[in-house]
């Protein structure tokens, strides 16, 4: 199984991303998928999770400002991330509970999002 994200990039504070992960392998289903961060420094934090079924959470920090959201046919997972800030400059990775063989934890190699002031 392989989780590969993409859409990071340098934006400035206030302005919009959207980062996709794709799961591709032997899957037969996905539970919860998310994402999580890891600024320089600190320890990776879940920013925002999905269940299969859709349900949602999100960190405080970027409640009202992100959403995330999957599209199980494809296999995959976004975040819209809105009205961003310096503070929001990390490493983003995407994270997937994947049913193969078993269940597998699964994580993405991770995409830079680096917002200025």
């Known amino acids: 199984v392989q989780l590969v994200e993409s859409g990071g990039g340098l934006v400035q504070a206030g302005e919009s991303l959207t980062l996709s992960c794709a799961a591709s392998?032997?899957?037969?289903?996905?539970?919860?998928m998310g994402w999580y961060r890891q600024a320089p420094g600190k320890e990776r934090e879940s920013v925002a999770a999905?269940?299969?079924?859709?349900?949602?959470n999100y960190a405080d920090s970027v409640k009202g400002r992100f959403t995330i959201s999957r599209d199980n046919a494809k296999n995959t997972v976004y975040l819209q991330m809105n009205s961003l800030k310096p503070e929001d400059t990390a490493v983003y990775y995407c994270?997937?509970?994947?049913?193969?063989?078993?269940?597998?934890?699964?994580w993405g190699q991770g995409t830079q999002v680096t917002v200025s002031s």
């Open positions: 392998g032997s899957i037969f289903s996905i539970n919860a």
């Open positions: 999905i269940t299969s079924r859709g349900s949602t």
């Open positions: 994270n997937a509970m994947v049913w193969t063989t078993g269940l597998i934890n699964s």
